[in-house]
C-alpha cells in the first residue's frame, strides 16, 4: 500500500497576530492556494500552528480538505474561555478512515507569549489500511532557545514519549503495523547553520528519550517502550535539510531542521521489512507573482510511505523437500 503523508507547521497564528508590513500574513489566501495546489497531492497531512481559535480559517480548510477527498479529521480541542489558553493548532487530515483518536495537553505551559497562551500538546489517530493500521501523531513543542525554554522542552520529549507509549499499549499496535511522529519540535537536528550532516546535542537527547534508551521519568512505574527511531529525511538524505522558512524570500531566516516525521519501530525488529519509505523530500511550496514567496514560514516533510503485505514477505515453501510437505 502507497501513502502519500506530509507535515507542514502552516503558520496560521490567531487573529491580530503578524508579521509586519503582511496584510495578517496572507492567512486566507495561502489557505486558498494551498488547498487548490496542493491536497491532490497527499493522502495524509499533519498541520501545526493551525489555530482555531478567534477566526474560522481551521473549519475552512478542513472543509477543503474535505472536498479534496480528505473526509477524516482529528483537531486539537478548543479549549474553554476560562482556562487562559487557546488550542493547540493540532489538525490531522486523512483519505482513510480514522478509527480512534487520543489527545495529550503538555501539563506546564510554556515560556514564550505563544507557547503560554496555546495549549500545546500531541494528538494520535488511529488510522484504517485495509487489513493494517498507521498510528499517527503529531505535535508542536516549546519554541526558543533560552535556558527555561530548554528545559520546558525536555519535559514535553517525556511526556511526549509517555503518551506515545501509552497509547499504543492501549489501542493494541502490533509490531508490523507502522507508527509515525510527525511535527515541529523546535529542535535544532543539524550541528550548526552549515553543517546538516552531524547532529546538534538537543537532538541526540530528544531522539535518545523517544527510544527509551534514556529514561524519560525516573523512578516511574509506567511502561516504558523500546523503540528504533528513524529519522526519515535523514535517512533518506543523507543529512538535516532546513526546513524554516519565511514568507518573503527576502528576508532572512534561520538555517535549522526543526520539522521531522519519525518512524517508531519496535527495538531489535530488524527493520520492520515490510514498511519503508521512497520520495522523501523538503517541500518548499514556492509561490510566483504574489506579495510573498512561500506558503509557510516552514517548509514541508513529506514521503510515500510503503507498507507491504505481510503474507507475501514469509520465506517461500521448497515443495520438492518431501519433508516439508509432510509438515505442510
Known amino acids: ?119 500545546k500538546g500531541i494528538i494520535y489517530a488511529k488510522i484504517q489500511l485495509n487489513a493494517t493500521h498507521l498510528h499517527l501523531f503529531t505535535t508542536h513543542l516549546q519554541s526558543s532557545d533560552s535556558e527555561k525554554a530548554i528545559v520546558k522542552r525536555h519535559k514535553q520529549f517525556s511526556e511526549a514519549k509517555q503518551f506515545i507509549d501509552n497509547t499504543l499499549l492501549k489501542h493494541g499496535r502490533t509490531d508490523i503495523e507502522p507508527v509515525l511522529f510527525s511535527g515541529d519540535m523546535n529542535v535544532d537536528a543539524r550541528k550548526n547553520a552549515d553543517d546538516g550532516v552531524n547532529n546538534g546535542w538537543e537532538y541526540d537527547l530528544m531522539i535518545n528519550i523517544y527510544s527509551g534508551r534514556q529514561i524519560s521519568v525516573p523512578n516511574t512505574t509506567e511502561f516504558q517502550a523500546k523503540y528504533d527511531i528513524c529519522d526519515v529525511c535523514y535517512e533518506a538524505l543523507g543529512e538535516h535539510p532546513i526546513t524554516t522558512s519565511k514568507l518573503r524570500a527576502s528576508e532572512p531566516a534561520d538555517r535549522k531542521c526543526i520539522d521531522f516525521i519519525f518512524s517508531l519501530r519496535p527495538a531489535a525488529s530488524d527493520g520492520q521489512k515490510n514498511i519503508h519509505f521512497e520520495n522523501v523530500r523538503v517541500e518548499k511550496f514556492l509561490v510566483e507573482e504574489h506579495r510573498f514567496d512561500f506558503l509557510s514560514d516552514h517548509f514541508g516533510i513529506a514521503a510515500d510511505v510503503i507498507v507491504d503485505d505481510v503474507s507475501l514477505l514469509s520465506d517461500p515453501v521448497d515443495v520438492s523437500d518431501d519433508s516439508t510437505m509432510d509438515r505442510l
Open 1 to 119: 500500500m502507497h501513502i502519500r503523508i506530509l507535515t507542514l507547521n502552516f503558520f496560521l497564528r490567531p487573529p491580530g497576530i503578524s508579521d509586519h508590513l503582511t496584510s495578517d500574513d496572507w492567512k486566507r489566501h495561502r489557505i486558498r492556494l494551498f488547498a487548490r495546489r496542493e491536497f491532490n497531492n497527499y493522502d495524509i497531512i499533519t498541520f501545526q500552528e493551525t489555530f482555531a481559535f478567534g477566526s474560522s480559517r481551521r473549519k475552512k480548510l478542513i472543509n477543503l480538505a474535505r472536498n479534496a477527498g480528505f473526509h477524516h479529521s482529528f483537531v486539537a480541542r478548543k479549549m474553554p474561555w476560562y482556562a487562559g489558553r487557546i488550542d493547540a493548532g493540532l489538525v490531522i487530515l486523512s483519505r482513510f478512515p480514522i478509527v480512534a483518536t487520543e489527545e495529550w495537553t503538555f501539563e506546564e505551559r510554556g515560556t514564550q507569549v505563544g507557547d503560554f497562551l496555546a495549549a
